[in-house]
């Protein structure tokens, strides 16, 4: 009986679920054709231009990162394509990763480090 129960409340889960990325779908759909409409279809970083089939690579970025904040004029969208869209939403990630390095860390070559340069000593270690 208690299985019916969990069963009953997954399917509640789903459907709330469901709803919840409909409402998504159809809010983000909103916004996207009135910003498509507003304007042109260039990447607002690269410059990019795109027409067509390509349209579906350009999302809007919400400039103050907040997906509620849809002004019928358009100021907290731009336009830009998925990797410059990728990029803006990552870069915070780099800038926190680089805040707390030392000039040193900064100076030194990544590609300096090999990662396999003692495992031929470890090897010979092994074998006697």
Request: charged share 30%; with cysteine.
């Amino acid at each position: 009986m208690a299985n019916n129960k969990l069963r009953k409340s997954d399917a509640e889960q789903n459907q709330i679920l469901s709803s919840l990325r409909q409402e998504h779908q159809e809010r983000q759909a909103g916004y996207r054709e009135r910003a498509l409409k507003l304007f042109p279809w260039v990447c607002a970083r690269c410059t990019r231009e795109f027409e067509g089939k390509k349209v579906r690579e350009l999302t809007v970025h919400h400039i103050d990162h907040n997906h509620d904040n849809n002004p019928p004029d358009g100021s907290n969208w731009e336009l830009l394509c998925l990797y410059c869209h990728d990029h803006e939403h990552t870069r915070g990630v780099q800038e926190d990763r680089l805040d707390g390095a030392t000039d040193i860390d900064l100076k030194t070559d990544a590609l300096a480090h090999s990662p396999f340069a003692g495992l031929a000593a470890h090897f010979k270690q092994t074998k006697k």
